[in-house]
């Protein structure tokens, strides 16, 4: 993974080339004081005080240039303002003109992450920006990387990332924190945890199914537990894809590299919380083994599910995840689940859906969403729709019948499997993004990480 440490560094006074930021606002009276090689070169570039617009300007000697950037509000910068410039400026060391680059460091520095693993790009040297306020730069750089887990997991081809290799890198980020890991597969997988069992059954061996997880922090603070789906790669089981739905399914474990990202980054900090991370990871693969339409599933908690559609595979293993987590009377419980085409109809790709059981932790998730430029769209867990779910012969289904409300239905879907008592979010996320952006390129990616983080760091920190 890209080193981005050398992407931010403490101000301290050392030779740097100054980028000025000027929006439509301001633009004209800073004009008005630039010499007249700074004006026809803004000509010459046909340079508009635009979002993302760039140019460079020429100093007195050949190496002295400096260069300006466009941007919505020069006053106040937001998190992907200065990822083009990042993107397209040479290798250096640079200082914004009069002020802090404050929200926009972080663009500056996923700007610069390279997914390599399969294609190796030339090597460069990073270009640094200086801050005054050094204290923002480690932090920074901890919501940097974990968006960057995300898209190194997401990217990597499922042919190289199975259960097996999920359970390795959260063993890795274990290890690191020393959190205390525990892996169930096999027959003991079979007894404990049927679903996440009968979704994986039909892969080889070398891909069996498992529930992994981690357990970090002290006993005496609050529990909280992050779920994350990890269905490293689905065909739609006996219910097939057709080949255009299954193209991006590796991508279908973007729960569980969110819910390890965010687990990292509260390690990491040394958040005082007791965290038990759990992500059930499978492939839902096609064999004579693979649970069929129709088949009646038990389930953890004890009620029955009949399984009618075999594509609605994630929220079968997250209810067994989900399950176990309420056993240990968490004070919280996040999910996070690549778990309906229905969100990405309803919102897009950009925008997750939030369902929660608790008006608090719902206010705050899309506060802290609105407040950093990640944000999040609440959906309602509505009563009215639970009867959709219905079995004639078991204690429920798994995916209605109809395509009505299938983002809605999944959530209460869940929902049975979570302590009413516990406060609960679910974030339905995409994981993916299908065009690239200024610090932002296509591919996985993260959506609701830094929001989840915030409001961790806010109740407990």
């Given at each position: 993974m890209t080193d981005l440490k050398a992407t931010l560094s403490p101000d301290r006074g050392q030779p740097a080339r100054t980028l000025h930021l000027v929006d439509t606002a301001g633009h004209d009276e800073w004009l008005r004081h630039q010499p007249p090689r700074h004006r026809a070169a803004l000509i010459a570039q046909r340079f508009k005080p635009n979002a993302g617009s760039l140019a460079i300007l020429p100093g007195e000697a050949a190496e002295a240039w400096s260069a300006v950037i466009g941007v919505a509000r020069a006053g106040a910068l937001t998190p992907w303002c200065l990822a083009r410039a990042a993107e397209a400026l040479p290798e250096g060391v640079y200082r914004l003109d009069g002020q802090e680059p404050g929200a926009a460091m972080l663009g500056w520095a996923l700007a610069q992450h390279r997914f390599d693993r399969y294609r190796k790009e030339e090597a460069?040297?990073?270009?640094?920006?200086?801050?005054?306020?050094?204290s923002r730069i480690d932090p920074v750089?901890?919501?940097?990387?974990?968006?960057a887990r995300v898209r190194e997991l997401v990217n990597t081809s499922a042919g190289d990332l199975g259960p097996a290799e999920l359970e390795s890198a959260v063993a890795?980020?274990?290890?690191?924190?020393?959190?205390?890991?525990?892996?169930?597969?096999?027959?003991?997988?079979?007894?404990?945890?049927?679903?996440?069992?009968?979704?994986?059954?039909?892969?080889?061996?070398?891909?069996a199914p498992r529930l992994i997880e981690l357990d970090w922090g002290r006993d005496d603070h609050p529990r909280v537990a992050i779920v994350g789906k990890g269905v490293c790669f689905d065909t739609g089981g006996l219910d097939l894809k057709p080949s255009a739905a299954m193209r991006l399914m590796k991508k279908d474990m973007g729960g569980a590299a969110h819910a390890l990202a965010l687990a990292e980054l509260i390690m990491a900090a040394r958040l005082p919380v007791r965290l038990h991370l759990l992500i059930p990871a499978v492939e839902n693969a096609v064999s004579g083994a693979a649970f069929r339409p129709g088949d009646v599933l038990r389930t953890r908690k004890g009620v029955t599910v009949e399984n009618t559609n075999t594509d609605?595979?994630?929220?079968?293993?997250?209810?067994?995840?989900?399950?176990?987590?309420?056993?240990?009377?968490?004070?919280?419980?996040?999910?996070?689940?690549?778990?309906?085409?229905?969100?990405?109809v309803a919102l897009g790709p950009d925008l997750p859906p939030l369902f929660a059981n608790n008006e608090g932790l719902a206010g705050d998730l899309l506060a802290a969403g609105e407040r950093l430029d990640d944000p999040l769209w609440r959906m309602p867990l509505w009563d009215g729709?639970?009867?959709?779910?219905?079995?004639?012969?078991?204690?429920?289904?798994?995916a209605p019948e109809g395509a009505f409300a299938g983002a809605i239905t999944a959530a209460l879907f869940l929902r049975r499997f979570v302590p009413a008592e516990t406060p609960w979010a679910h974030l339905d996320v995409f994981a993916w993004r299908p065009a690239g952006k200024p610090g932002r390129p296509k591919g996985g990616d993260a959506f609701g990480l830094r929001a989840a983080w915030a409001m961790l760091k806010e109740r407990y920190a």
């Open positions: 460069t040297c990073a270009r640094t920006l200086l801050t005054g306020e050094p750089l901890a919501e940097a990387a974990a968006t890795e980020v274990g290890a690191a924190h020393g959190a205390r890991l525990t892996v169930t597969k096999g027959a003991e997988l079979e007894r404990g945890y049927p679903m996440i069992h009968a979704v994986g059954a039909a892969a080889i061996a070398a891909r609605a595979e994630g929220r079968l293993i997250l209810a067994d995840a989900l399950t176990r987590a309420g056993e240990a009377k968490p004070g919280l419980i996040l999910d996070f689940a690549t778990l309906t085409g229905a969100a990405r729709y639970d009867d959709m779910l219905k079995s004639d012969i078991a204690d429920m289904v798994n």
